[in-house]
């Protein structure tokens, strides 16, 4: 499967942001759909992650209550609702899909990687 993310953008801190992830071919339902993120001089790190189905979801404690995912097994797209930005949401931020991952958190688990969108959020 090939991920396309998009939707990143500069922001104010509060601000929000949606970003998409679009995936192509028709296995799409099959994937635990997930979000990460990397900020310069930093390791990757878990923001969430969706079921196939999308009836769970599972998120990093510094997104939690701020970020939303979802997804859309006909339009073969998963979302990433951003709300009250700070600036320490600044990164790159990466889509990835995995069959059946034991650890949604951990990254090792994913089989498929977008290309990444930048958010900078400004003070």
């Known amino acids: 499967v090939q991920l396309q993310a998009s939707g990143g953008g500069l922001v104010q801190a509060g601000g929000s942001l949606r970003l998409s992830c679009a995936a192509s071919g028709n296995t799409f339902s099959r994937y635990v759909m997930g979000w990460f993120r990397q900020a310069p001089g930093k390791d990757r790190e878990f923001v969430g992650a969706i079921s196939w189905s999308g009836g769970s979801t599972d998120y990093a404690d510094s997104v939690k209550g701020r970020f939303t995912i979802s997804r859309d097994n006909v339009k073969n797209t998963v979302y990433l609702q951003m709300n009250s930005l700070k600036p320490e949401d600044t990164a790159v931020y990466y889509c990835?899909?995995?069959?059946?991952?034991?650890?949604?958190?951990?990254?090792?688990?994913?089989?498929?990687w977008g290309q990444g969108t930048q958010v900078t959020v400004s003070s």
């Open positions: 990835a899909a995995a069959t059946s991952p034991p650890k949604y958190y951990s990254f090792n688990y994913y089989d498929y």
